[in-house]
Structure formats: C-alpha cells, structure tokens
C-alpha cells in the first residue's frame, strides 16, 4: 500500500505541474471533429461553461446519459469520482460525496447530500433516488454547496435537470429487453401548442422479473415494476418573460430484496473477536450459499409513490433576471419484510432442536407520508455585467408522519425478542437569505465572495408502543416505567459561506482555491434510541473545506484534464450505527476528510474519445475514543473510465463504448464505541471491521450500436456488469453477523431508439 500511495502522489504531482491544472468538471461531452464541446452548466444560478466554474463539479449531458446507457442515480455515482451510493431498499438510498452521507431513514433526520430535480430540493431520501430519463444534464458538485444550494448540502449536491419543452414538435420512443424479461421504455411527445405556449409530454417504465428467488415461495426478489411521467407547459408571452409549469409521478412496485446472510462470504474461523452466533448461522446457512436465493414471507412487498409540482417564471430586465421557483413534493413509501429465514431448510448440517428452529425472526413494516414546500426567488446580474452576482430569498417546509413496527426474536442464546410499533410526527421549518458575487480584478484574476444566513427549526414528536406489555427486553427502548412519549423541538441558526479566488493564464487554463463553509441543522436521534436521548437534538454539523484545483484543456480542445485537491474538518459530523441490541446509534465525531479527484478526457480524432478518472480519499474520525475510525462509504482509492469509437458504415454510423469502474474496499459502518479503547472493545473492532467491509471489485459496461442513414433510427447491444461480478452494496450488522444486500449480476439486451427529427 505504501508503493501505492507512492505512486499515486507522484502521479498526481506531475498532473498538477505539467497541466498547471485541475479539478472536476467532466462531462463525456460528444466528440466534433476531434474536438470536445462545451457543455453549459447553471452550478452558480447562472449560465457557464463547466470550465469557468471554480467547483468540483462532474457533468453528465444527454449525450453522455445515452451513450452509457445510464438510467438510475447508481450509474451516475459509479462514473463519478469519490461519489458513493446505495440502496437499502427502493425508498431508502443512502448518498455519500468525499466520505460524508447519512444511514439514518429517521423522521426526524436529514440527509448530508442534497438531491435537487430542476434545482427543487428533495426533501426526503425516500423521494430522491429516481429515474434518469429525458434528461438535458446531471451536475453533481463535491463538497459543500451551502451558499447557493441551502439546506443540507454540507457533504454536496446533485442537480437533475430535465429537457424543457420547445417550439419544433417531435417525438421520440426507446425499448429495450433483456435477460430478467427486462423491459425499458420511453417516450418524448414535444411540440408548440400556440405560438407562446410549448408542451412536452415524458414517460418511463421499467421493469424486470428479479434477481434472486424467495426459497421460501419461489417468488422472484430483486425485481422492478417502474412507472415514471414528467408532463410540462412553457409559456413565453414575451421575449424577456417565460413560465414554465411542470408535473412529475413516479411509483414502484417491488417484492422487496434478498437479503442474505453475510457469514456465507466469511472464511474466518469463530473465535475471540467473534459473535458466538456464527457458529450455529453456519450450520444452517453454509459457506458456499447462493446468493441470490433468500428466505422472506409471501406478503414482503416495497412501494413507493412520488408527486411533484414545479412553477418557474423568469423576467429578464436591464437591470438582471428575476426567477420566482416554487415547489410542491409528496412522497408515500410502504414495506412490508418478513426475515423469518434463518431455518433449516433444505441446507447442509443438522436440523436444530426446538426451540432453535429459527434462529431469527425479523419483521419490519414502514409506511411513511413526506409532504414538501418550498420558495425560493432571486435576481441575477445581466450576462455582460461586469460584476456578476446573484442574491435571494429561500422558504421551506416539510411534514413527515412515519410508523413502524418492529418484531425481533432470537433463538441461539435464550429466546428473546420484542414487538414494538413507533411513530413519528416531523415538522421542518427553514428560510435563509443568500448572495454571491465574482468582481473580476483584471482579464485573468477574479474573486468570489458568497454568504448565506439560515435558520432551521424543527419539532419532532416520538411515540412507542409496546405490542407485547409483558416482554420489555433489552435492546427494544421501552423499559420497565419509563414512557416513551416525546415531543421536542429546537432551532439553529448559520451563517455559511464561500470565497474562492481563480486566475486564468495565458494560454486559457483556471487555476482556482476555494474556502467554504457548510452547516447541517442537528437532528433529533432515531426512533430506536433509548428514551433518554430522544428528545435531545444532536449539536448541528459544521464543515470548513479548503480546496484548489485546476481546469484545463490543450491541444486545441481535445484534451481536458481536470483536478481538485481538498481538506475538509468536519465538527459535529453526524453518524449511525447498528449496536449488538439492535438500536441505531446516533453520535457525533469531529472528522478530517483529505483527498485528490483527477479526471481526464481526450478526443485525439475524429470519431475517437476516451476519459479516465481517479480519486484518493483519507476520511477518519479526528480525536476521542474513536480517534483514526475510517468513515463508512469511504474507500481509499477508485478509478474509472470509459472508450468510444464511432465510424461510418454501409450509409450509416456505428459506435462501440465501453465504461470501466474499479472501487477498493471500504466499510458500511462506522467502527465506534462509548467508552476508551480496552483490550476487549478497542475503538476500531477488528470484528467489525470484518462484518462490515466491502471488499474492492471491479465494473465493466459495454454498448454496440448502430444508426442506418440519416440517423432518426438506433440499434444496440448492451451489457452491464459484463464480468458478473458478485459484491455487496450494503451490509446490515447484527449480533456479530447479518445481512448483505447484492448489487445487480450480469445484464444485458438489445434496444431500438426512435426519434422524428
């Protein structure tokens, strides 16, 4: 690993003096005769190239979003360097930027990446992990983005900005099928209704037959059931005036996943540092299991639902741009999972005698409603002002019920369990007044100057109740005279910020450092925390980011090579875990995360392009019992990439791409503990440290298509995880052992794309 890290900073050296160079702003933009083209970002609230903005930022335009075949969010975060993601479940995805993300699914938290559709803030992550279709360009922007993007923004935010209806009418429709009876389709409706009104009409659906079986009933798990609409109306009663109205459904419907027992991938001996309980899961679920067969009950079910309403209006005028953005969410999520699965079912080894004929029992039903408003208006300065600033107002709201039970029982060690419904009732406030300006000193050196007040408020009322008054166990937060019946509310108030000053040299290149700050409301602990921390918010997180970097192109533009190296000290970074008992610890550590992001892109000729991207992250807690701990989600190295050829053939044109993703090991959680390290329980378990990790594998998508004439019609082959590679993407800890969640196997299909013009 030294040699590596060797390597690593001498490369990274040489990027840096011989590009006088970098950090990302990176689109696999379409090649134009060997050069690369621009592509315009709104990443400052106002309209640049990706070049001129002095931020970490990773572009994926529509040509890019086609190309590589990209659908989901997962895709995006697997292109994108030091970018990480997850899912639970279908409403539970867990983004992570530079180490810095969220486990919680509480009402009462909040996430550390912000997800934004057409700059709308998503309140809840059971909302923010949706399609990816009829999209003119994803931004993903690393670190935190408080200043201009607002609330919880303090690890960094994604940007999803779909394609705006237009005047020309045309059409366009996609299908694609492949193993799984995977079905993907799409259709774009667009086109002028008046001469100054323009509608476009998007649809989506989705679906596949699953991964993986229910041993118990045969059933497929893993599966998929997507509809997705996106219905919009622009208005244009001037030349300086336009509204644009817009709608978006989405639901799904899935069985649930399969969720398997880890020790099947464990080849440890049982011992000191090992849950006694390995033994007997091994007795009962041997090494060598498939992981793609799982046990659930018939009625395991996930649905989700999301509504969404946007107004957008813009006034151009001499003095700048006014834009009044207003938005409305709903989003309803329900399942259903029955983990009664550990028995003796057809596997190796003896039956256990009664009463260990499950050695688990787990059921967990959620069903949540989140209901968001927000407001927010600005006014911009022209695009040939020679200051440029932008300065706003920001409201938001949000209303979050959620109830769920819980019914845990084991049977290795004496029988013991609960069965206990929460509720949850969550009401969020916020407002913040914001502005940034760039004041240019000379043709080459500008500086930019942001701030932001904000103030959050936040009330939380918390109910359990026990389904079974004679069994109060350990491990479940009811105990003997101790209600728990919580109402608690608190407030915060910050001021964040950004200065950044950027010098552009003679031959064109930006060269750029940056000091920002970021904040994130503290929130009040899950509902599995014992009833004395309940009611008491954690301390709101802070961040300082220190980062420089470079954005250049050569050669003509056809090199791009991009590089951003950044410190972030973390105060109050809000964390969880799973303890031995099943209850999900909310604590705070101050945090350190360093690191580097390279990406590279290069159209040498015609028809030719290639990208490469790399990314080194130390992300550790920084002092107390905990000190040197690795942060979850955050590996140490990654690196990426992707090739394109495009070449004429029979009257038409074909294009091979192929997109490449390597990712080293990391955890899923936190290693933590309460007290000083003993020779018992050190701070970083090596137990722990086992059970959660993800060990490094390696992604490789592929696509082959062909357009005959004038190109209105596509064929391709396409594949992902072309390799089959078998590797978690989360891991629930529990009593030493636990579940893994499994990333998608080999896929892959043809499709036809249709467009009118």
């Known amino acids: 690993m030294t040699m590596i890290r060797t ?137 935190p983005q408080g200043t201009l993007f607002g609330r919880n923004t303090s690890g960094g935010a994604v940007n999803f900005i779909p394609n705006r209806p237009e005047q020309e009418f045309y059409s366009s429709a996609y299908l694609s099928y492949g193993n799984y009876d995977a079905i993907d389709g799409r259709f774009v409706l667009n086109g002028g209704l008046t001469d100054s009104i323009a509608g476009r009409l998007s649809l989506s659906h989705r679906e596949n037959s699953g991964f993986s079986e229910n041993i118990t009933t045969g059933a497929e798990l893993d599966d998929e059931d997507n509809w997705s609409v996106r219905g919009q109306v622009l208005f244009t009663p001037s030349d300086s005036s336009r509204l644009l109205l817009a709608y978006d459904y989405v639901t799904d419907d899935t069985a649930g996943n399969a969720r398997v027992p880890f020790p099947v991938f464990d080849t440890g001996q049982v011992g000191a540092g090992n849950n006694l309980t390995l033994g007997a899961l091994r007795r009962i679920w041997p090494v060598g299991s498939d992981v793609r067969k799982a046990y659930s009950v018939p009625e395991s079910f996930q649905e989700r639902d999301i509504n969404g309403l946007t107004a957008r209006f813009e006034h151009d005028a001499s003095y700048g741009t006014w834009t009044l953005l207003g938005g409305w969410r709903k989003v309803e999520l329900a399942w259903y999972e029955d983990l009664d699965g550990l028995k003796p079912f057809g596997n190796a080894g003896p039956p256990l005698p009664p009463p260990y004929g499950w050695v688990l029992k787990n059921r967990d039903v959620v069903d949540e409603d989140a209901e968001q408003f927000s407001l927010e208006t600005r006014l911009a300065s022209p695009a040939d002002s020679t200051l440029q600033w932008v300065a706003g107002l920001y409201y938001f709201t949000e209303e979050v019920n959620r109830e769920e039970s819980f019914l845990t029982g084991f049977s290795v060690v004496p029988p013991a369990g609960g069965d206990v419904t929460f509720f949850q009732d969550v009401d969020s406030m916020t407002y913040a007044v914001f502005g940034q300006a760039t004041y240019p000193f000379t043709d080459q050196l500008s500086a930019t100057l942001g701030l932001r007040y904000s103030h959050d408020d936040k009330e939380a009322d918390q109910v359990a109740i026990n389904n079974d008054p004679a069994d109060a166990t350990p491990g479940i937060p009811l105990f003997p005279g101790q209600p728990y019946d919580i109402t608690a509310d608190d407030s915060w108030d910050a001021t964040t910020g950004r200065f950044a000053l950027d010098y552009r040299t003679d031959a064109g290149q930006l060269l750029y450092a940056s000091i920002s700050k970021g904040f994130k409301s503290g929130i009040f602990p899950s509902q599995n925390n014992v009833v004395q921390n309940v009611g008491e918010a954690t301390p709101p997180e802070e961040v300082w980011s220190y980062e420089i970097g470079a954005k250049t192109e050569w050669f003509e533009q056809t090199l791009r090579v991009n590089l951003a190296i950044f410190y972030m000290d ?42 490469l991207n790399f990314a080194y992250l130390d992300a550790e807690v920084d002092g107390g019992v905990n000190d040197g701990a690795e942060l979850p989600r955050a590996p140490e190295f990654s690196f990426g990439g992707f090739a394109q050829y495009s070449w004429p053939l029979a009257g038409g044109n074909m294009a091979l791409r192929a997109d490449f993703k390597w990712t080293d090991d990391y955890r899923t959680e936190i290693a933590y503990t309460t007290s000083p390290p003993t020779a018992t ?77």
């Not at 995006?76 to 360097?81: E, F, G, S, W």
């Not at 973390?570 to 580097?596: C, I, K, S, W």
């Not at 082959?704 to 596509?714: M, R, V």
């Not at 594949?719 to 078998?726: M, R, S, V």
């Open 7 to 143: 390597v690593v900073t001498r490369c990274l050296m040489a990027a840096a003096g011989a590009a006088v160079t970098v950090p990302p702003a990176l689109a696999q933009e379409a090649v134009v005769a060997g050069r690369l083209e621009e592509v315009i970002v709104t990443a400052q609230k106002r309209a640049e190239s990706a070049q001129d903005v002095p931020i970490a930022l990773t572009v994926f335009d529509s040509t890019a979003l086609a190309r590589a075949n990209i659908t989901r969010i997962e895709e995006i975060a697997l292109r994108t360097p030091n970018f990480t993601m997850m899912r639970v479940n279908v409403g539970e995805p867990q983004f992570y930027i530079r180490g810095v993300g969220s486990t919680s699914d509480s009402a009462a938290g909040d996430p550390t990446v912000g997800i934004f559709q057409d700059e709308i803030y998503v309140g809840r992550v059971s909302g923010a992990a949706f399609d990816i279709f009829d999209m003119e360009r994803v931004e993903v922007l690393r670190g």
């Open 570 to 611: 973390y105060q109050d970074l809000q964390l969880f875990r799973l303890n031995p008992q099943l209850v999900l610890v909310t604590f705070t550590e101050d945090t350190v995360n360093t690191g580097a992001e390279l990406e590279i892109v290069s159209a040498p000729a015609d028809g030719l392009e290639f990208g």
């Open 681 to 757: 329980s050190p701070a970083s378990d090596a137990a722990n440290a086992r059970i959660t990790a993800i060990e490094s594998f390696a992604l490789l998508d592929a696509r082959l298509s062909y357009a005959p004439g004038e190109g209105n019609l596509e064929f391709s082959l396409w594949g992902k995880n072309l390799t089959d590679e078998t590797y978690p993407t989360h891991i629930i800890p529990f009593l030493g052992n636990g579940f893994s969640i499994f990333a998608p196997p080999r896929t892959f299909g043809v499709s036809v794309a249709w467009k009118s013009r």
